[in-house]
């Protein structure tokens, strides 16, 4: 379990890194809906070949709504970065694993104490790795209302697409159809932003493509391609790691992502890591470890 829920955040991180890469170069509504789009036809073509269609059930709604809440609050994530420092939003929306641990402990998930001080060591270290920022301008009321909105979110994907399966075949089947809730609600959403700014851009969805036009969204497909396959495999691994063991811990390890992409950064774009992202990355690490000891 602990395995899968590491290659979970693993995952998750790179394609965090491989998105904010793109987002550079093309418009960040364009980079969920894109990836999303392809990940889907790969799942696609695993659902037809596996047979996964007959896994269909009632827990295919936990996928639709998992679907429908992971671009909103995406969107919602993108917005605040917009508004707001990204030093303190970025560390706030680490929050998320809170939701997962929450409903588990409702659902009567007891974690040892060594496991207890472990969530809070590795949590604390979350949220430092996204190098808070504790100066500066003070951060307006619409920013934090979109944060905490898109932590919530994401937090309810991790709770929602845990629920999502019982078997690996209906986990291929979740998956895609929530791949394809992503594309319906991204897609509205890039149409009615394109639509909106299309005077300014010179045609209906201009808005949607890069400087480059189409050829450097072809350009950019195999990045593309990698962030829908990397956040994919990362949530089949993460329900998985529920299945394995609790969710208290799974969702923990699974959330050290932040870690990941300032690592990420540190050694391909040669930035330099904080003090305080240092220590979280530390922090991280040393609640890894109590929680899989525990």
Same mark, same amino acid.
């Given at each position: 379990?602990?395995?899968?829920?590491?290659?979970?955040?693993?995952?998750?991180?790179?394609?965090?890194?491989?998105?904010?890469?793109?987002?550079?170069?093309?418009?960040?509504?364009?980079?969920?809906?894109?990836?999303?789009?392809?990940?889907?036809?790969?799942?696609?073509?695993?659902?037809?070949?596996?047979?996964?269609?007959?896994?269909?059930?009632?827990?295919?709604?936990?996928?639709?709504?998992?679907?429908?809440?992971?671009?909103?609050?995406?969107?919602?994530?993108?917005?605040?970065?917009?508004?707001?420092?990204?030093?303190?939003?970025?560390?706030?929306?680490?929050?998320?694993?809170?939701?997962?641990?929450?409903?588990?402990?409702?659902?009567?998930?007891?974690?040892?104490?060594?496991?207890?001080?472990?969530?809070?060591?590795?949590?604390?270290?979350?949220?430092?790795?996204?190098?808070?920022?504790?100066?500066?301008?003070?951060?307006?009321?619409?920013?934090?209302?979109?944060?905490?909105?898109?932590?919530?979110?994401?937090?309810?994907?991790?709770?929602?697409?845990?629920?999502?399966?019982?078997?690996?075949?209906?986990?291929?089947?979740?998956?895609?159809?929530?791949?394809?809730?992503?594309?319906?609600?991204?897609?509205?959403?890039?149409?009615?932003?394109? %639509?909106?700014?299309?005077?300014?851009?010179?045609? %209906?969805?201009?808005?949607?493509?890069?400087?480059?036009?189409?050829?450097?969204?072809?350009?950019?497909?195999?990045?593309?391609?990698?962030?829908?396959?990397?956040?994919?495999?990362?949530?089949?691994?993460?329900?998985?790691?529920? %299945?394995?063991?609790?969710?208290?811990?799974?969702?923990?390890?699974?959330?050290?992502?932040?870690?990941?992409?300032?690592?990420?950064?540190?050694?391909?774009?040669?930035?330099?890591?904080?003090?305080?992202?240092?220590?979280?990355?530390?922090?991280?690490?040393?609640?890894?470890?109590?929680?899989?000891?525990?």
């Amino acid at each position: 379990m602990v395995a899968l829920a590491l290659a979970t955040s693993l995952m998750w991180g790179l394609a965090d890194f491989g998105g904010g890469l793109l987002t550079r170069r093309m418009p960040a509504l364009t980079v969920v809906l894109v990836s999303q789009l392809l990940a889907a036809a790969v799942l696609g073509v695993v659902v037809v070949a596996t047979g996964a269609w007959s896994e269909a059930g009632e827990r295919l709604w936990f996928a639709v709504a998992a679907g429908v809440v992971g671009p909103i609050a995406m969107l919602c994530f993108y917005r605040a970065l917009a508004l707001g420092p990204m030093g303190v939003v970025s560390p706030l929306v680490a929050t998320a694993v809170a939701v997962p641990i929450g409903v588990a402990l409702v659902m009567g998930e007891r974690p040892g104490a060594v496991q207890y001080t472990g969530i809070l060591v590795a949590f604390a270290g979350i949220v430092l790795a996204g190098g808070p920022q504790l100066r500066g301008a003070p951060v307006q009321r619409r920013t934090l209302s979109h944060t905490m909105f898109a932590a919530l979110g994401f937090g309810a994907v991790l709770a929602l697409i845990a629920e999502a399966s019982t078997t690996v075949n209906g986990l291929f089947l979740a998956l895609f159809v929530q791949r394809v809730c992503n594309v319906a609600v991204g897609g509205a959403a890039l149409y009615a932003a394109a %639509r909106r700014d299309r005077e300014r851009a010179g045609g %209906r969805f201009a808005a949607a493509l890069p400087a480059g036009g189409p050829q450097a969204l072809a350009a950019a497909l195999p990045a593309l391609t990698f962030v829908g396959l990397a956040d994919v495999a990362a949530n089949a691994t993460y329900a998985l790691a529920t %299945r394995i063991g609790p969710v208290t811990v799974a969702a923990v390890l699974a959330s050290l992502y932040p870690v990941v992409t300032a690592l990420a950064a540190r050694g391909m774009l040669r930035e330099r890591l904080r003090a305080v992202q240092a220590a979280g990355a530390g922090l991280a690490m040393a609640g890894t470890l109590l929680l899989a000891s525990g």
